[in-house]
């Protein structure tokens, strides 16, 4: 039986994927909304269809990973996002290393994100608590500037009452966003893991 831990780092990862109401299947590229009118990058936007190709591979990780979730990524239903003429469209990866010979897995998560205006902290805070509005409600905590792409945001959070906690990066490079969230069941969660896929990540980006 999973651990209630493990369990609980599922529902988290996957509140901005799967309770959003996403059904499409591994490796297929979302449907890009239409293109905004104002502010948009004075280049076209990037095509979703490159997104799959931007994400992680398990060899990217440490060895004992594996993929739990790879598609199309939407906000929740109540998010603003979804009718933001700037916002294009996301895909994500979920992998784990939880297993039975471990007393705690991680978990990783890497969502990436179309959207077609210039990267600033104030934005990635924003779209961050747009696709994970119940982080709001935890104990979380600002980090130094990572400095990974034109703009980028840290957090340590603390899930209420558990020993669940992790580390989220969110960064921007041209029209393309990102957050890395990694997370742990036993309060041991590694920065340096949630960093270093952060710069696996944003060298990948086309």
């Known amino acids: 039986m999973k651990k209630f831990w493990f369990l609980l780092m599922v529902a988290t990862l996957t509140a901005g994927i799967m309770i959003s109401g996403c059904t499409s299947q591994t490796g297929v590229a979302p449907t890009q909304s239409a293109t905004p009118t104002q502010e948009a990058s004075p280049s076209a936007p990037t095509p979703l269809e490159m997104l ?25 239903d109540e998010s603003s996002l979804l009718s933001d003429p700037y916002y294009q469209g996301g895909y994500s990866i979920t992998v784990s ?5 471990l007393s705690a897995g991680e978990m990783v998560d890497q969502m990436i994100l179309v959207y077609t205006r210039p990267a600033t902290r104030e934005r990635l805070e924003e779209i961050f608590f747009a696709h994970y509005p119940e982080l709001a409600n935890w104990s979380l905590s ?42 742990r069941g036993d309060d041991t969660a590694d920065y340096t893991l949630a960093e270093e896929t952060a710069k696996k990540a944003a060298g990948k980006i086309r």
Not at 54 to 65: K, Q, R
């Open 52 to 76: 799959p190709g931007m994400a992680l591979e398990l060899s990217d990780f440490p060895p004992g990973f594996e993929l739990i979730y790879e598609g199309e990524t939407l906000p929740p």
């Open 97 to 101: 290393n939880e297993s039975p010979e």
């Open 142 to 183: 600002s980090l130094p500037d990572p400095g990974i792409g034109d703009a980028s945001i840290a957090y340590h959070f603390i899930y209420p009452e558990t020993t669940l906690s992790g580390y989220t990066i969110a960064f921007g490079k041209g029209d393309v966003y990102e957050i890395i969230m990694t997370m």
